[in-house]
């Protein structure tokens, strides 16, 4: 073939590791992006309300729905004796979280019946009609409560230990013990929870529903209505956010509205108001963390005895994975030569606290950095010296060992701090800030550069795999479906662009489509910072096995080895020949080459022992640090965010616009749970932040006023991952830590640096006022 007769470019457009714009941008800002409320509604669909209880703990004495039945535009009134198969729509398998309460209620705000009726308004209205009398039982809503009332643990505790903590924590000459309060953090997804049922026939049902899993979202309505997976299929093209709050927290409103569906045979819509969604979903789990801690006068950490108590809420839900992960990252960067560290998962009357960015990760993390500072308080040091002393070190220094006994062997933490220690000039800006709190009685300044380590994996490691769906059609188009959702993150144009990269075509040719468990079954849920990871590698496997026959077809047909056929941008070489992709496609077809593939990925390397606490849960470690400096004013409390400089590890990134974007996201979600976000239960057991009137996350206006974010461009992943890159959405949520310490240091500053001020989160100007009022006491 003529090599002119066709367009010639050097290069794809959308291939990875460029920044490109993600997929659905231009969608986003002019509203033609399309959720599940705005697909078109059949001709008879029903929507759904719910009757919550108004008890925190209580016995169910009677209820009467006589009114709710007679509402106007009420078709049907559904109890959990109504539910065809289990009651139940617990992912652990415990059978703890049942779907519509019988006679126990365990939280204010629990579903005990579902209306159904011709418009949403008319069942809301109508749920609020029922008469239901109770017999109150005694309540608690957090970690002293539970404790006060020897709660029971919501899974079973997890235990690390390394060396001879007990022996040798007393050695040492200096030793503190304290405590620490974490807040818990309202997802706040811009799209609420909902759920969008179809019925077919037989015990066909279409499920659309907002949810960062829809496989377990097919489990659970396979379950809750008796019938087997294959019946249900569940849809998502995208979500207006998720966060960890769509990963198990759809299961309710799905299955509410697929059992609508087949009992009425219409379609039915679930959407709960934002205080239902709020009051009645899960949220960042609350941690208090015990620590003692013993170290030497340099500031050398010697021995480490912590325990991590949760509030879990009334179910297990991922209680049980998300208080482990806070113990896998209650190392923070540091090396522990002797350790121990517990977990606490109590249970509490209130909703099952669930998945969130980070996934206890940050909890965990958030301990060992008071840790760091209690230490640097105690010594007289800047707190960064401190950390740089105890950072985990490079193979062979024995200090590269885990307290779950996995071996750190790809550290760059040290190098990460060093370079933005320079490129920020922390040290002079310090210096200038020291200097600024003498003179000034009322503002008052703080720095602070804390790192960040973060394991990437599921801890258990069924999870650990993803598969894919490639077609190309005879046009040369390319379909490409994925069990990985889309919440905003970027995770459908990553991946496309993987497959754009393998064929060499332009990314136009490369069509994106909703997820659905008709297509990959059995998947994991887009969460873990794994969505690239693991949906990324699936997809490349598809497209090298359809790409190995295509190359086979070109070897028979033009006779040539396998070593004269190239794919370059829009083309194929093979031999002299160079034929456009779309052309040679097409003659594949006409050779009954199969152009379809089920590509399939499971994450190497990786085991855990929980009951020994010892194994290598991670694949690999994604690595960051912050230096953020504040502005308080000691007779309010409040502050502001004057400068935020950030480098962070994503190794060979695959797409560096939309990972800056993560990492600027993440950061003010982090300093928002830090800061501003405060979750508050009355003395009744009943959530009162459940609006954004009283719920306040961060504005664009709260944002730092000088904001850098780089990447570490030098890092490439020592593992084999898709393109060398590192996962990004949870990792830069914990640079936000750095926020919390550097208030702490401008509190810190009233008297004279001599005491750790032991800051609660989140770091409330009332909090901080408080604070401040201790250090005067102290000066």
Request: charged share 25%; aromatic share 8%; glycine share 8%.
């Amino acid at each position: 073939m003529d090599n002119t007769s066709f367009p010639m470019k050097p290069v794809i457009d959308g291939p990875m590791h460029v920044s490109l714009k993600h997929d659905s941008a231009h969608k986003h800002v002019t509203g033609q992006a399309e959720y599940i409320d705005d697909i078109p509604e059949p001709a008879g669909t029903l929507h759904g309300g719910l009757g919550l209880a108004d008890r925190a703990h209580a016995q169910i004495v009677s209820i009467d729905l006589e009114a709710v039945k007679a509402a106007p535009g009420v078709v049907w009134v559904m109890t959990a004796d109504d539910i065809p198969g289990a009651n139940d729509v617990g992912s652990t398998g415990r059978h703890d979280e049942p779907l519509l309460a019988t006679d126990l209620v365990q939280f204010h705000g629990q579903p005990i019946f579902a209306v159904f009726a011709e418009t949403r308004d008319q069942a809301r209205r109508a749920a609020l009609l029922a008469k239901i009398e109770y017999s109150d039982l005694p309540h608690w809503s957090d970690i002293a409560g539970a404790r006060d009332n020897g709660a029971p643990f919501v899974t079973e505790p997890m235990t690390l230990k390394r060396g001879e903590p007990e022996a040798e924590i007393g050695k040492p000459p200096l030793r503190v013990q304290a405590s620490m309060e974490i807040g818990g953090q309202e997802h706040f997804y811009l799209e609420s929870h909902i759920a969008f049922a179809i019925p077919g026939e037989d015990d066909d049902v279409i499920v659309w529903s907002s949810t960062q899993h829809p496989s377990e979202v097919q489990h659970m309505v396979a379950h809750v209505l008796g019938v087997p997976n294959h019946a249900i299929e569940v849809r998502t093209r995208r979500m207006g956010g998720g966060f960890g709050g769509k990963e198990t927290q759809g299961n309710q409103f799905a299955a509410l509205a697929a059992v609508a569906a087949k009992k009425l045979n219409r379609a039915v819509k679930f959407r709960p108001d934002r205080d239902e969604d709020m009051s009645m979903t899960g949220k960042r789990h609350d941690f208090r963390v015990d620590y003692d801690i013993a170290f030497d006068e340099e500031g050398r950490i010697h021995a480490v005895d912590a325990t991590y108590a949760a509030r879990c809420g009334f179910s297990a839900d991922l209680s049980g994975p998300v208080t482990d992960r806070a113990l896998f990252h209650a190392d923070s960067s540091y090396f522990y030569p002797h350790v121990h560290l517990t977990s606490q998962p109590l249970k509490t009357h209130t909703v099952s606290n669930t998945a969130f960015r980070g996934f206890g990760g940050p909890q965990g993390m958030l301990g060992a950095e008071r840790m760091i500072e209690e230490i640097a308080y105690a010594v007289g040091k800047d707190p960064l010296e401190v950390r740089k002393l105890n950072f985990y070190g490079q193979p062979g220094s024995g200090r590269t060992t885990t307290p779950y006994h996995q071996e750190v062997e790809d550290c760059v933490i040290a190098r990460i701090v060093d370079e933005l220690e320079q490129s920020s000039d922390y040290q002079a800006r310090r210096q200038a800030i020291l200097e600024f709190n003498e003179q000034s009685p009322v503002i008052r300044k703080g720095i602070a550069l804390t790192p960040v380590k973060f394991g990437i994996s599921f801890t258990l490691t069924a999870y650990n795999q993803a598969g894919a769906l490639v077609h190309v059609y005879n046009d040369g188009s390319i379909h490409l479906n994925h069990g990985g959702t889309e919440m905003g993150q970027g995770l459908y144009t990553k991946v496309a662009q993987v497959v754009a990269d393998a064929f060499q075509v332009d990314i136009d040719r490369v069509k994106i489509t909703a997820t659905t468990t008709g297509k990959v079954p059995n998947t994991s849920a887009t969460a873990a910072s794994s969505g690239s990871d693991l949906n990324g590698m699936a997809a490349y496997d598809g497209c090298r096995q359809i790409k190995e026959r295509l190359v086979d077809f070109a070897c028979r047909q033009w006779k040539v080895e396998k070593s004269e056929v190239e794919f370059l941008p829009n083309r194929i070489r093979i031999g002299g020949d160079t034929v456009p992709f779309d052309t040679f496609v097409k003659a594949a077809y006409y050779d009954r080459v199969q152009l379809s593939a089920a590509g399939f990925y499971k994450t190497p390397k990786i085991h855990w022992d929980r009951a020994a606490g010892k194994g290598h849960p991670f694949y690999y470690f994604a690595y960051g640090a912050c230096v953020s400096e504040v502005s308080i004013d000691t007779l309010t409390g409040e502050y502001m965010m004057d400068r935020t400089d950030i480098l962070h590890d994503v190794g060979k990134s695959l797409n560096p616009a939309i990972d800056i974007g993560q990492i600027e996201g993440a950061f003010v979600q982090g300093m928002g749970w830090l800061t501003t976000e405060e979750l508050w239960w009355d003395a009744k057991g009943r959530l009162r932040t459940h609006a954004p009137s009283t719920y306040k996350i961060p504005l664009a206006s709260d944002r730092p006023k000088i904001f850098n974010v780089q990447l570490a461009e030098w890092s490439e992943n020592a593992e084999p991952t898709v393109g060398r890159s590192k996962a990004v959405g949870e990792p830069p949520f914990m640079l936000a830590i750095s926020v919390l310490e550097a208030i702490s240091m401008a509190v810190a500053s009233v008297a004279d640096y001599t005491a750790c001020p032991r800051l609660d989160a989140p770091a409330t100007p009332e909090r901080v006022l408080m604070a401040v009022e201790r250090m005067k006491a102290l000066g």
